[in-house]
């Protein structure tokens, strides 16, 4: 599968606990999305990078969020100390830059249970 | 302030009907608007863009900036169809995505 990838698949956790994500992009796609998403609504946007530069960043990302993407290649979200409204699916989402909002491919996303 | 309004959580109609699933905005500017839609067990996935004025799969929407609408029509429905479909929208200023609530479209026999 060439798509975009994401690990885990789900995670629960205890609240407090801190949790890692990872996203694979499409290989040669130099913009990497993050976005939220929780039950009954649509996703929200959380911070995205061009290659290895953080570009934007939600102003709803608590300093807990953390997000990198050292190489220009994978990405990892981190979430410290977390909360129980934390609790979401988080999408992944790649692009080749090209015209503005080129085609978005998404992941399956990582289900996070907070308890 | 930016949004994206679907107003139906749920539209049901049977094979052959015409669909219409609505899509308001708010943004001050020239946005461009998309729909995504999410079959069951698969990815989100771009359907239509308007700058492309294309129909996918049969589907067409129509940017109407008059009343800030972008609403995604098919003439006649499949079961196919059914899906989750989110309308989209990215402000002038940056390339992220605002999202609607979304809409559950049920095609029945």
């Known amino acids: 599968d060439t798509g975009v990838s994401q690990d885990p698949r789900h995670k629960i956790t205890k609240r407090g606990q801190n949790v890692t994500f990872r996203c694979d992009p499409i290989s040669e796609h130099n913009r990497l999305y993050w976005y939220r998403q929780t039950l009954g609504q649509g996703p929200e946007f959380l911070t995205y990078f061009q290659n290895e530069a953080q570009l934007e960043k939600s102003r709803l990302l608590s300093d807990r969020f953390s997000a990198e993407r050292p190489k220009g290649s994978f990405s990892t979200l981190e979430i410290q100390r977390t909360e129980q409204g934390d609790s979401a699916m988080y999408l992944c989402a790649s692009s080749l830059q090209g015209r503005r909002n080129e085609k978005l491919f998404f992941g399956s996303g990582t289900q996070l249970s907070v308890l | 302030a930016q949004r994206v309004t679907q107003p139906e959580k749920l539209l049901s109609v049977f094979k052959g009907a015409p669909v219409e699933l609505k899509c308001n905005y708010s943004y001050s500017g020239s946005p461009e608007l998309f729909w995504y839609v999410q079959y069951s067990r698969q990815r989100l996935q771009l359907l239509l863009r308007h700058i492309s004025r294309e129909s996918i799969k049969g589907f067409t929407a129509d940017l109407n900036k008059g009343e800030t609408s972008f609403h995604l029509k098919k003439p006649f429905a499949q079961e196919e169809d059914s899906a989750m479909y989110y309308c989209?929208?990215?402000?002038?200023?940056?390339?992220?995505?605002?999202f609607g609530t979304g809409t559950r479209l049920q095609v029945f026999p």
């Open positions: 989209a929208l990215s402000p002038t200023e940056t390339d992220k995505l605002i």
